[in-house]
């Protein structure tokens, strides 16, 4: 089982950035596929990125594509994912997310556990 705590939210301007982490408990972090999604007001939750065990391998939403970077550190149990020239749409609650298959999928039903999500908040 692992445990994630996300951190790194807040408020920006349109056009910045932000870097939003990951941490994981346990030792057994590098055998999970790790995940990030994002929950706007009304809206259902939706795929951003993803990352392989390694971090061999990514895969990303069209619409964050270019300017979202998924990435992991294994010896420190955590994920990461720098937010560049974010737009207000990108505002949404962020959750980062775990599944012991080494995929990189987008669907939320293939993972396992789940954070509490950090708020991202894009002022126009």
């Known amino acids: 089982q692992v445990q994630l705590v996300e951190s790194g939210g807040g408020l920006v301007q349109a056009g910045g950035s932000l870097r939003l982490s990951c941490a994981a408990s346990?030792?057994?972090?590098?055998?999970?596929?790790m995940g990030w999604f994002r929950q706007a007001p009304g809206k259902e939750r939706e795929f951003v990125a993803a990352?392989?065990?390694?971090?061999?391998?990514?895969y990303y939403a069209d619409s964050v594509k270019g300017r979202f970077t998924i990435s992991r550190d294994n010896a420190k149990n955590t994920v990461y994912l720098q937010m560049n020239s974010l737009k207000p749409e990108d505002t949404a609650v962020y959750y980062c997310?775990?599944?012991?298959?080494?995929?990189?999928?987008?669907?939320?039903?293939?993972?396992?556990?789940w954070g509490q999500g950090t708020q991202v908040t894009v002022s126009s």
């Open positions: 346990g030792r057994t972090f590098r055998s999970y596929a």
């Open positions: 990352i392989s065990c390694s971090g061999g391998s990514t």
């Open positions: 997310a775990a599944t012991p298959q080494d995929i990189v999928v987008a669907g939320p039903y293939e993972y396992d556990y």
